[in-house]
């Protein structure tokens, strides 16, 4: 397959299906060319297509020896099985896939199996996540394919279809039509997402949500929502959205009286208006994924004299089914009265469902990073807050179909790798107004304004939403971690009607100190022309110049002058990268005419690395860098500062001169792969999976 890449709340539903001793609290629970350098500034893109190692099976089918195995699978009676050995013709797929092919085992994750029967309820994701097209028949190997969305790109994961079962029954996840596996194998996919079956025993519904949409979860208290509460729901659905609703009031997953559980995560997939004898009725629409144990109220499939007052012909519209399977109807009003907290997953831009009367989110979405020192302020009450990553947010077009004039939008601030990494930071989202002249807000600036909009705590979640209502106007938008000097990476995602949006903040341009006309520090630096070429002579045999040859003759060359001991931060892998970085010919080696164009760089980065040396260390300190590299005609924003403050600095956060002609050469010689390839100054490129391969490979 040819590859191709394009560079360009309070309250929740508590952790469901948690240990019996969990409680249901809040306390447990740029450009284009940008995003370019910032993957390849940290080199941590990985390749499109790359997998986890695998193996062919005795039987010519694919076997994942690498899917993590928990303890539940690994008892006594627990065989791992192919659909095939499970029934004589199974199939991926029987009359489509629906939100009633999912029915719960013993794995306890419902919150996972509500945010599947979601997601079947919206055909264009669901064939995002389950490609429509495997069988177990055509072209048959053992391997099915799904996709998740992580952190702004979807990820392809690939799994074997051996499944546990004990006595040849599955014991996880299952459709009621037994031939039918789709649900049961996207289960394990994300399992392995995720390290395993064992990391799907608790969680959030928003938190599925999200990575099987690329949507944005917003947390709402049920009492709190608007007293027209079918018109609210009503445009939520017609927006595309995915909706979870639970009863966290009671003990884990024990039966109300009246057949709701409690701490259980139900799918709202409906609201209608019902016709009956008696006047019109607001009904929503409820699936319980364990596939039983329904509303026994009014309403009630089974138990519900009100249908007796709607004809025939409405119960067919609503497709009313009368039987236990887990779906069911109730009123507006005992929704309200039975389920307190609903998760809202929104969805922005082709993630909506084609011919909804209503325009989807326009979403923008920006990745950052907290770096001690650098960009990690921590919170509003510190007194390095401003230090925090800004965004300067345009609204100018208001909302549509409403008299008050203001603009609506979403703010989702998510902390990357959590679960990976076991670190939870608390993070929030403040608002401010923009200066007048400015784009970026200084430390007085903060100390006189007040936020405009902001989180109202501090939370460890993965993701916090920040929803609101704002006039036109200038803002921005600071994203924090409670505590300062913590590292941590980020996306925001703004979610605006048409017409809005939110870049990186700028800050001002720094002062440059003009270099002095015919000032060349570097001649008190480095030998001369006459003295270079005999070194190059001496270290390069054949007159080529190799990455070890360079290493020598650099090592050689700063050792008589002023920069005498910085030789000793000089690495066989910066020489390695100028060789390439300055090779015409792709064979890692550089002839006397390439090497004198490199000794012209690198004696002008020289004279500029000198000049603002001002205290002689022979490190640049970190406010020191971004003048440095304007002078050498390179601008960057706070973002790429950020990396190079992760990834190109020594312990204390200062550049050797070493450092520093490696950070030149590699932003040098980007842009101008990027500018190659952006020959119409679009601010965008498009590469084939092979070059983008050839050019992050050698660099």
């Not at 299906?17 to 940008?34: I, K, P």
């Not at 029954?169 to 289960?187: A, G, H, K, V």
């Not at 559980?261 to 409820?286: I, N, Q, W």
Request: net charge neutral.
């Amino acid at each position: 397959m040819k590859k191709s890449l394009s560079v360009s709340s309070e309250g929740s539903l508590p952790p469901m299906d948690d240990d019996a001793d969990s409680v249901c609290s809040d306390e447990l629970l740029g450009s284009q060319s940008r995003s370019w350098l910032s993957d390849l500034m940290t080199n941590e893109l990985a390749p499109p297509g790359s997998e986890d190692a695998n193996t062919i099976g005795r039987d010519g089918l694919f076997v994942d020896y690498n899917f993590p195995l928990g303890k539940l699978e690994m008892q006594a009676g627990v065989k791992w099985k192919r659909p095939k050995e499970l029934c004589s013709s199974p199939q991926f797929i029987v009359n489509g896939a629906t939100r009633l092919d999912v029915r719960q085992g013993k794995l306890n994750d419902c919150w996972l199996l509500s945010a599947i029967a979601s997601l079947s309820m919206n055909r264009v994701l669901l064939k995002k996540v389950v490609p429509l097209g495997q069988s177990f028949q055509d072209g048959y190997k053992g391997c099915f394919s799904f996709w998740f969305w992580q952190y702004g790109q979807w990820e392809e994961v690939r799994i074997d279809d051996l499944l546990p079962t004990q006595n040849n029954n599955l014991i996880y996840l299952s459709s009621p039509e037994r031939l039918e596996f789709w649900s049961s194998l996207l289960e394990k996919a994300y399992a392995k997402l995720k390290g395993g079956y064992r990391a799907l025993d608790m969680g959030f519904p928003h938190e599925a949500m999200v990575d099987m949409t690329g949507g944005v979860a917003e947390i709402l208290k049920i009492s709190s929502l608007p007293r027209d509460l079918p018109a609210f729901l009503r445009h939520l659905l017609a927006k595309g959205a995915l909706i979870n609703c639970a009863n966290c009031q009671g003990p884990l997953e024990k039966r109300g009286e009246l057949g709701i559980m409690f701490r259980h995560a139900y799918s709202l997939t409906a609201v209608e208006e019902v016709k009956t004898a008696h006047g019109r009725k607001d009904l929503v629409r409820l699936l319980n994924p364990w596939g039983n144990t329904e509303w026994e109220g009014r309403w009630s499939d089974l138990k519900g004299p009100e249908w007796k007052t709607v004809s025939v012909e409405e119960q067919k519209r609503l497709e009313r089914v009368r039987r236990e399977d887990g779906e069911f109807w109730m009123s507006v009003s005992d929704f309200r009265q039975h389920f307190e907290t609903m998760e809202v997953c929104h969805l922005a831009d082709d993630l909506s469902k084609p011919g909804s009367s209503v325009l989807p989110w326009c979403c923008v979405m920006h990745h950052g990073n907290w770096v001690p020192s650098i960009s990690a302020g921590g919170s509003v009450h510190g007194g390095s807050f401003w230090q925090n990553p800004q965004y300067y947010f345009t609204l100018s077009e208001v909302d549509s179909g409403t008299s008050k004039k203001t603009c609506s939008f979403v703010l989702a601030l998510m902390q990357k790798h959590q679960r990976r990494s076991g670190v939870n930071l608390a993070i929030a989202l403040h608002i401010y107004p923009a200066h007048p002249k400015n784009t970026y807000l200084s430390s007085e600036d903060l100390k006189v304004l007040q936020p405009v909009l902001y989180s109202h705590k501090y939370s460890p979640r993965r993701e916090v939403v920040l929803r609101g209502s704002l006039l036109p106007g200038r803002y921005i938008i600071v994203s924090s971690t409670q505590a300062a000097n913590q590292p941590g990476a980020f996306l925001l995602r703004v979610l605006t009607e048409q017409g809005n949006d939110a870049t990186p903040a700028r800050k001002p341009p720094p002062d440059i100190p003009p270099l002095k006309e015919l000032s060349y520090p570097h001649q008190a630096a480095l030998p001369s022309l006459e003295s270079t070429k005999q070194l190059f002579k001496k270290h390069c045999s054949k007159g080529l110049c190799k990455p070890l040859h360079l290493h020598k003759l650099l090592t050689e060359a700063i050792q008589e002058g002023v920069l005498a001991g910085s030789e000793k931060y000089l690495v066989l892998e910066h020489c390695k990268s100028l060789v390439v970085l300055m090779d015409t010919q792709g064979n890692a080696r550089l002839n006397w005419l390439d090497f004198q164009y490199l000794w012209d760089k690198i004696r002008g980065w020289t004279d500029i690395f000198l000049k603002f040396d001002k205290n002689k260390t022979q490190h640049l300190e970190y406010k020191e860098v971004a003048p440095a590299l304007s002078k050498a005609g390179i601008v960057v924003d706070d973002l790429i500062m950020q990396l190079v403050g992760l990834r190109y600095t020594e312990p204390d956060l200062t550049i050797s001169y070493p450092g520093f002609l490696y950070l030149l050469m590699k932003l040098e010689s980007m842009t101008h792969k990027f500018q190659a390839y952006d020959m119409v100054g679009m601010g965008s490129i498009t590469v084939s999976y092979r070059q983008w391969l050839h050019m992050t490979m050698y660099n």
